[in-house]
């Protein structure tokens, strides 16, 4: 794929965050309080999508748009990937952002997203640095 289809995947990808209010803080603040179900059926939805979408490929063998082989073993459930799960949770109530939104909320004016940005650039720059020492 060039760089300019992903550029396009990319906007439409942010317009579709952007009108759907997933990438709301107080849409994302309603979820952890358990205060409304909308964040929880659109999560539901993209569950069920890409669950239907990976057997669609599997049944048919569709390769990547490089002919690559798609993989889609599994990973091993572990202590890190929990304890990076729980902190991954809490950085998203904090925040209200998970990685994929944040540029949308750059990019409609939720300036107090560019502090998460910098976090998320932060934490991933120190998980490379800590990695080899992590369980």
């Known amino acids: 794929m060039n760089k300019y289809a ?3 995947l990319g906007i439409a990808f942010g317009f579709i965050l952007t009108k759907s209010e997933v990438i709301s803080w107080f849409r994302i603040q309603k979820m952890f ?12 939805t993209a569950v069920i999508v890409g ?28 202590k890190g990937t929990v304890i990076g799960g729980i902190i991954f949770g809490i950085g ?5 952002a998970c990685p994929g939104p944040i540029f949308a909320q750059i990019g409609t004016g939720e300036y107090a997203a560019v502090s998460t940005f910098v976090g998320a650039i932060s934490g991933a720059f120190l998980y490379n640095l800590v990695k080899d020492k992590l369980p």
């Open 6 to 8: 992903s550029i396009i």
């Open 92 to 96: 998203w109530a904090i925040t209200g």
């Open 51 to 78: 669950i239907i979408s990976v057997q669609i490929l599997k049944i048919f063998g569709i390769k990547s748009i490089t002919k690559e082989e798609l993989n889609f073993s599994g990973k091993v459930l572990n």
């Open 33 to 44: 309080r358990f205060e409304e179900p909308y964040m929880y059926l659109i999560i539901g």
